[in-house]
């Protein structure tokens, strides 16, 4: 290296270190480093300032020189600059205290340092730390808050040696149920002596896990006398102290925590597994919630996400939106509570029917939230019905009750008088011709009577159960060979065609129950054919059923008249002979034999009776 260089160098370096030396300099040294600087005389009279501060009271737009320092000052805080610039003069000790500032504007913090600067003069510093003041008081009003807040909360702080196995607590102690004053000591075997022994373990474990330095855990605390308190212990730093292992942590009661949280799993167990369907909807129709009885009901999985559902996709009681939106257009009207039927059916519930109520409830978001719980009400709608059928049966039985005295009234009266008086002129009456006409009218009548009477006990017998059938193997074609023998041909009669298949065919009935019923079908029709008409009677096989049929070419039955034919003392014409059973006892013993009787008609243009029948043993 050049000589010269070297040399040159060495003076550079000389020359800047004697530039803090340099008076030239020492102005911009000051304003760079120093606070605002006032000298002050024996008298208090500022006699030179290098001001740095803004604020009203010192500011660069304010002469301090010549001014006495105090006055610038409020009273308050004058008076006690006043004793320091004193103690400083007579003790040439340096004064280094913080002081209040009020203004109209705000509070401002300054620290004035006061030193004496000659017999005659006192040099002062003033730093403005009204920044660093409001952020010292912020963080103690937040630790002082924190401190208020973890009383409250029942949150202690606690660091564990590793070492030692040694905890040091302090705030609030679960072991002594308070806030320490001071900080506590105390050992592990301490601590766990009091722990639930199901947990004692595991809360070892958490303290000594050196994988996981920031973890949660919760435990129990079993003290004689007083209910488990729940403790949840949270570690959260691990440091070195001496070379010791400190893990730093703190530890809260939550023990009303878990009450609650015990509580509402209780109050949603007993939802999900309540007896009703269940449901939470948004108002867009998006599901928040449906129990068990819900998802059974509508065949949804148990483990399916219900968020992903749309109501009106999931519910068989909303087919489309436009359904959903109406219901919370009622809920919404009705003041967020609307009660309403739903008739919608599960049949493999044997559901017919549901009381459904409705209400909206906002959620911890503030979100309109619709829940509805549906009540089954099947077997309440099925007494409702069998009440309603009671009812009818009640009227219907009045109703029979009125017809049956009105009509016995009348059809027994009848034959009887003629009975009485006939019976009285065949006493008195010497001539054979007219005693045997008479003789024949009382026949007629007796006969009549009688038929009533059989009718009526028949009609009760059925009511009560008491007809019993007697099936065996029947012959058709013989029925209808006993029949043909019953009703000979007569000229005052329309005449009587049996249809007999050459084909036998033996069916397992009571023979003499359906020659009942075909008797009380021929005679009905023979009372509505005219002479001249034709009735024909026969059977036809069919697959699995007989059907026998009487059809006649008569007058005729108007179609609104021919559900009420069956009925019981119906008259198509009330001033026909007959008491109106005849029909209704045949479709009785039909019922009975598991069959059934139906009519086909048309006014003039004759009636056709059909009896079915099942088949049975068949030869």
Known sequence: MDGRNLKGNSLKNMTEKKILHDLGYLEKVLNITCDTLLLINNDNICVDAIMKTNNPILNPNIDVIGQHILSLFPQPTSTLIKRELAFCRHTGETSNLNYDLPTDEQMYYFKFVIHKFDEEHLLCQYRD???????????????????????????????????????????????RKRNLENPERISLQELLAHVHPDDRRKLEAFLHNDAIEYSTFEYRIKQPGTPITYVRATKYAKRLENNICIIDGFSQNVSDFIKNRNELEMVLAVVDN????????????????????????????????????????????????????????????????????????????????????????????????????????????????????????????????????SNMNHEIRTPLSAIMGFGSIIAETTDPE??????????????????????????????????????????????????????????????????????????????????????????????FTPPDGVIHVGYRLKEDHIEFYVKDNGIGIAKEKQDSIFKRFYKINALDKGTGLGLAICKGIMEQMNGEITVESELGQGTTFIIILPIGKQV
């Not at 009885?293 to 949804?300: D, G, L, T």
């Not at 489309?320 to 059916?345: F, M, N, P």
């Not at 009548?445 to 159960?465: F, K, P």
């Open 129 to 175: 730390i009204t920044q660093r003041s409001n952020m010292k008081y912020r963080l103690k009003s937040a630790l002082t808050a924190q401190l208020e807040v973890g009383k409250v909360a029942r949150i202690g702080h606690w660091s564990y040696d590793l070492q030692q196995q040694e905890f040091t607590h302090n705030g609030y102690s679960n072991l």
């Open 274 to 405: 309540a007896p009703y369907s269940i449901f939470a909807c948004h108002k867009n129709g998006n599901m928040a919630f449906a129990n068990k009885a819900c998802r059974q009901q509508n065949s949804m999985k148990e483990e399916e996400d219900i968020s992903v559902l749309k109501v009106f996709e999931s519910l068989r009681e909303f087919t489309t939106k436009e359904a959903w939106d109406l219901s919370v257009q009622k809920i919404i009207s009705a003041s967020g509570y609307y009660q309403y039927r739903c008739d919608t059916l599960y049949p493999e519930l044997d559901i017919i029917g549901s009381e459904c109520s409705s209400l909206m409830i906002k959620n911890g978001n503030g979100e309109d939230i619709v829940w509805t719980i549906k009540r089954d009400i099947s077997d309440q709608l099925r007494y409702e019905e069998q009440l309603l059928r009671s009812k009818e049966a009640a009227e219907e039985s009045e109703r029979l009750k009125s017809a049956f005295i």
């Open 434 to 527: 007219l005693r045997r006409e008479y003789g024949e009218l009382l026949n007629a009548n007796s006969n009549q009577l009688l038929r009533l009477i059989t009718d009526v006990l028949e009609m009760s017998q059925m009511d009560a159960g008491k007809v019993r059938l007697k099936n065996s193997d029947v012959s058709l074609k013989g029925i209808l060979n006993e029949l043909s023998l019953s009703f000979l041909p007569n000229d005052d009669q329309p005449a009587i065609i049996f249809d007999i298949p050459e084909r036998e065919l033996v069916a397992w009935l009571d023979r003499g129950r359906v020659i009942q019923v075909l008797v009380n079908l021929i005679n009905n029709s023979l009372k």
